[in-house]
């Protein structure tokens, strides 16, 4: 049988963090969905079109193999019900993560009954994050170890014209 991890998030843009997350995953399932979901609290930067379409080249451009990058239409839990996912896969970066997580996870395995599993990132990519990532690349920032290539482009294509 095919496990199947959902990672799911805003992917606003997908970074090294989030790649990271993934990579582990593929050490216990045989194939990850990065679901790329509407987060109602966050105003976005990228569509959610661009966002799959970034984690899906990100994901090539590192070369991991089984995943593949969709949106979700609605809500998580119906999402992973369809897919006949084996867990949820989120990262942790600290304590600061924690509250929100647990909540999400308990709500969806109400909603779903499938577990969400929670895994410690790399300690070198503990601050990367999409909100900082965006802010550094609006200012013209060096962006190279925080994001894939695919996305450092496509960060600094929509900045430029602020910039010039
Ligand atoms: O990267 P984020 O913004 O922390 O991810 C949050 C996300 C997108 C995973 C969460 O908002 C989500 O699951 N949205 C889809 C809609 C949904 O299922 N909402 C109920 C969550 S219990």
Redesign the pocket.
Known sequence: MTTLAVC?????PITLGHLDVVRRSLTFVDEVVI????????RSLFSVEERVDLAQRAAEELGLAGVTAEP?D??????VRARGATMIV?GLRGSGDFE??R??AL??RH?SGVETVFVMGDQGLNHVA?SYVKEMAEFGAQLTGLVPEVVRTALVAAYEGERT
């Open positions: 799911p998030g805003s992917y606003d679901a790329v979901a509407h987060n109602p609290a966050k979700v609605g809500l998580l839990a119906d999402f989120k929100a997580e909540t999400m709500l969806n909603m999409s």
